[in-house]
């Protein structure tokens, strides 16, 4: 798809820009602070599969009329912007969403309404330290404090399996199983697609700490792989050849959405690769909690 980089960059900045202004504006008392991470916090952005994460943090004792208007500001400013790309709402690690415009181009928005009662529970926020620690690796806090900043997220090899337990073999699971009976194959390939990737690349990234050396773990190497996604092949080259297959599917539609999106074939193909990454992985953590 033929597209201007430097214009589709200033319209995403644009409508990121919009909607942090107007939940801040509309929302300033109740609002602790907004922390952008993944891709974009880096300025790694795909502009074949733009995804921003925006964690959103409220403060103490925060009332549920407030989440719904975080909500209708969300899809509020998105409205504004659909002459550019379409925009689909995803909260991950739970996705879907339904898109909001026609346009093939599609920005992913995962935003994350995190409690600041919950900040000091085990694991903070109710997302595992592991993943949190990657989150906090590539933040960028854009206004209010920095709730990621000071918190503990050192914790067991137990925790660790524990949490990869539910995420991969309960969660990521299940929701990619339910991807192709809530999507129409014959006519919604592309949420499979984004579905798919968004689960596989959750399975690879729990996968790369299952499967990294101790020595290298400490050293923070699952955090550089995790930034450096195009490594992450090479990696499970050393591990299994079926994940390492499934890796390579993977990664390759997270940079070639458009083609997999037109072509049936290879969503299924896809898909199947994201379920074989799962299930591998799962089965690993099962053998190692035995």
């Not at 300025?43 to 989440?67: D, T, W, Y």
């Not at 524990?162 to 006519?187: C, E, H």
């Not at 070639?256 to 690993?284: C, G, H, M, P, R």
Request: net charge positive; glycine share 6%.
């Amino acid at each position: 798809m033929k597209y201007n980089e430097n214009k589709l960059k200033a319209e995403i900045d644009d409508f990121i820009s919009s909607l942090i202004t107007t939940l801040i504006s509309r929302l300033k008392s109740s609002l602790e602070s907004i922390t952008i991470v993944g891709s974009f916090g880096v300025k790694r952005i795909s502009l074949e599969r733009p995804n921003v994460n925006i964690f959103i943090f409220l403060k103490k004792g925060i009332k549920a009329n407030i989440i719904l208007k975080i909500g209708y500001i969300i899809y509020k400013t998105a409205i504004n912007y659909l002459k550019y790309f379409s925009v689909k709402v995803d909260s991950f690690p739970y996705r879907l969403g339904i898109p909001e415009g026609g346009k093939r181009l599609q920005l992913i928005l995962s935003p994350r309404v995190l409690f600041m009662d919950e900040q000091k529970d085990f694991p903070p926020f109710g997302i595992a330290c592991n993943v949190l620690l990657g989150m906090k690796a590539t933040r960028r806090v854009v206004w209010g404090s920095d709730p990621l900043k000071d918190i503990n997220l050192k914790y067991s090899r137990k925790n660790f399996l524990r949490w990869a337990y539910f995420d991969i073999g309960q969660l990521a699971k299940n929701m990619l199983v339910l991807t192709p009976i809530s999507y129409n194959l014959m006519k919604n390939k592309d949420l499979i697609v984004i579905e798919s990737i968004g689960y596989g690349k959750m399975a690879l990234t729990w996968g790369i700490e299952l499967f990294l050396k101790s020595k290298d773990l400490k050293k923070g190497g699952h955090i550089k792989l995790i930034k450096e996604k195009d490594k992450i092949v090479d990696f499970y080259k050393g591990i299994d050849k079926e994940l390492c297959e499934s890796a390579e599917i993977i990664l390759d539609a997270r940079n070639k959405v458009f083609e997999y999106k037109k072509s049936k074939a290879k969503t299924e193909l896809l898909f199947n690769a994201s379920f074989n990454a799962i299930n591998k992985v799962f089965d690993e953590v099962k053998r190692r909690i035995k």
